[in-house]
């Protein structure tokens, strides 16, 4: 069951500014209780991002410059994902367990999902937020898959790791494409 005690930024076009304010998400899973904190009070558009990870009360990670709206946990509550159409702070997803220990991280910006929408800097909608329909089904997990599949912005079930591979090959392609156009 989830807890949300935080607001969201106000945003407009592409501008966005948050609350002068230290705000929290709380997500938890039975002993495993995620916090996602924002401090607005030294910089609205640029705040400082912590992300939290507690196993029976006691902090087992954290880590600055990561965020998410939504969470979702594997049927044993042991492996967690994280997924975001934000561009602020940039994550787009991460897979941790339930000690914190962070297996997959994420960036927008370095990883170019095929998204259906994409602003200069704020939104990057890449997996579909309203029904995301995540599925841990490691134990009929095929050979070369993740394991995790959910639905893109188009409402098509994705693999997680090879949607994955396609938006950090997007960027490669992107650089070498560029490289070759400043070659004399």
Request: glycine share 6%; aromatic share 10%.
């Amino acid at each position: 069951m989830a807890v949300l005690l935080s607001a969201a930024p106000s945003v407009t076009a592409d501008s966005w500014s948050y609350p002068a304010k230290v705000s929290d998400k709380v997500f938890t899973f039975g002993d495993t209780k995620i916090v996602l904190t924002v401090d607005g009070t030294k910089d609205q558009k640029s705040p400082d991002f912590l992300f939290r990870v507690y196993e029976n009360e006691q902090l087992r990670a954290q880590i600055h410059n990561v965020w998410f709206e939504q969470v979702f946990a594997s049927p044993d509550r042991r492996l967690f994902l994280g997924l975001s159409n934000s561009g602020i702070p940039g994550t787009a997803a991460v897979l941790f367990d339930r000690h914190g220990s962070v297996s997959l991280l994420v960036n927008h910006g370095i990883a170019k999902f095929d998204y259906c929408e994409e602003s200069v800097t704020v939104q990057r909608r890449w997996y579909d937020e309203a029904n995301p329909r995540v599925d841990f089904h490691s134990d009929k997990k095929a050979k070369g898959t993740s394991g995790i599949t959910l639905a893109d912005c188009r409402g098509q079930i994705i693999d997680l790791g090879d949607v994955v591979l396609k938006a950090y090959n997007t960027t490669f392609q992107g650089t070498l494409r560029d490289k070759a156009a400043q070659r004399p």
